[in-house]
T-cell receptor, first 115, second 116 residues
Framework: DAGITQSPRHKVTETGTPVTLRCHQT?????MYWYRQDPGHGLRLIHY???????DKGEVSDGYSVSRSKTEDFLLTLESATSSQTSVYFC??????????????FGPGTRLTVL | AQSVTQLGSHVSVSEGALVLLRCNYS??????LFWYVQYPNQGLQLLLK??????LVKGINGFEAEFKKSETSFHLTKPSAHMSDAAEYFC??????????????FGRGTQLTVWP
């Protein structure tokens, strides 16, 4: 257990409303990632962070922004939610050290429905 | 361009039968390779990984995978399927193994059904 929690676990919202998803880790890992999972697409990287205030875009970043003001929290914001952003969102962290080289541990996910 | 290809979005086997889930990657240099499993309504759990060394790697729950550079493949196998193996399986690769960013690229997943 890498100590990753996501909140909320489920959310239903309406088109055009802002939404923020939170990922929290308890072990001070440097690297954190946000993915979305859609049937037939696997997991696709939205944004990632390599330290406090250090973030970068992934392959499907349009319509999303992130912030990381503390090591333990990585926030994903949908500024104006659209139905195409209905998905399951996973946060992941990468554990450092040669034993866990590039291995990522995943949170339980947030199921977001945009009506 | 698709970096990871999983052949077969659905695989069905009988309990006790061999499980074979296929994964091919495209990369000019050998990547690090991973198999993850996802049970219903849960996050992803690492089954096994290949980084360097022995090309046949063993993971949890009796699964194993073999890295074949010449075939750019990393197929997942289990000699005898169990009902509890029913889940979705994802192959993933790190292409930028020289970078500290450690981005993973995932295949589209294979849903494994096990019949009694």
């Amino acid at each position: 257990d890498a100590g990753i929690t996501q909140s909320p676990r489920h959310k239903v919202t309406e088109t055009g409303t802002p939404v923020t998803l939170r990922c929290h880790q308890t072990e001070n890992h440097r690297y954190m990632y946000w993915y979305r999972q859609d049937p037939g697409h696997g997991l696709r990287l939205i944004h990632y962070s390599y330290g406090v205030k250090d973030t970068d875009k992934g392959e499907v970043s349009d319509g999303y922004s992130v912030s990381r003001s503390k090591t333990e929290d990585f926030l994903l914001t949908l500024e104006s939610a659209t139905s195409s952003q209905t998905s399951v969102y996973f946060c992941a962290i990468r554990v450092g050290g040669t034993e866990f080289l590039y291995e990522q541990f995943f949170g339980p996910g947030t199921r977001l429905t945009v009506l | 361009a698709q970096s990871v290809t999983q052949l077969g979005s659905h695989v069905s086997v009988s309990e006790g039968a061999l499980v074979l889930l296929r994964c091919n990657y495209s990369s000019s240099v050998p990547p690090y390779l991973f198999w993850y499993v996802q049970y219903p309504n849960q996050g992803l759990q690492l089954l096994l990984k290949y980084t360097t060394g022995a090309t046949l790697v063993k993971g949890i729950n009796g699964f194993e995978a073999e890295f074949k550079k010449s075939e750019t493949s990393f197929h997942l196998t289990k000699p005898s399927a169990h009902m509890s193996d029913a889940a979705e399986y994802f192959c993933a690769v790190t292409l930028d193994r020289g970078s500290t960013l450690g981005r993973l690229y995932f295949g589209r997943g294979t849903q494994l059904t096990v019949w009694p």
